[in-house]
Nanobody, 117 residues
């Protein structure tokens, strides 16, 4: 079975930075794409950033220029670097992976990011 486990969430002040990690139980190559989604209090889950197996990256307009998605394939880990954080970035952040070879989508359990002074 494939598992995704997020870590790195916590409390940070506005303007601060944080790095989230998503550890996968299988090679990153097994996914046609991976991404980060978030769900703020009282809101629906939304796309933050995605990266394909070919290296194409897409960001939500709200985080473009502030967040960076990347992978470290040897460690089977997906990252999200969050810079210039705003209170509206407060949310549970979820790791997502879409299989290249089967019709399966995987989700982590989420990690909470709170941006507050």
């Amino acid at each position: 079975q494939v598992q995704l486990v997020e870590s790195g969430g916590g409390l940070v002040q506005p303007g601060g930075s944080l790095r989230l990690s998503c550890a996968a139980s299988t090679t990153i190559f097994s996914f046609r794409s991976m991404g980060w989604y978030r769900q703020a209090p009282g809101k629906e889950r939304e796309l933050v950033a995605t990266i394909t197996s070919g290296g194409s990256i897409n960001y939500a307009d709200s985080v473009k220029g502030r967040f960076t998605i990347s992978t470290e394939n040897a460690k089977r880990t997906l990252y999200l670097q969050l810079n210039s954080l705003k209170p509206e970035d407060t949310a549970v952040y979820y790791c997502n992976g879409l299989s290249r070879f089967v019709d399966m989508e995987y989700w982590g359990k989420g990690t909470l990011v709170t941006v507050s002074s």
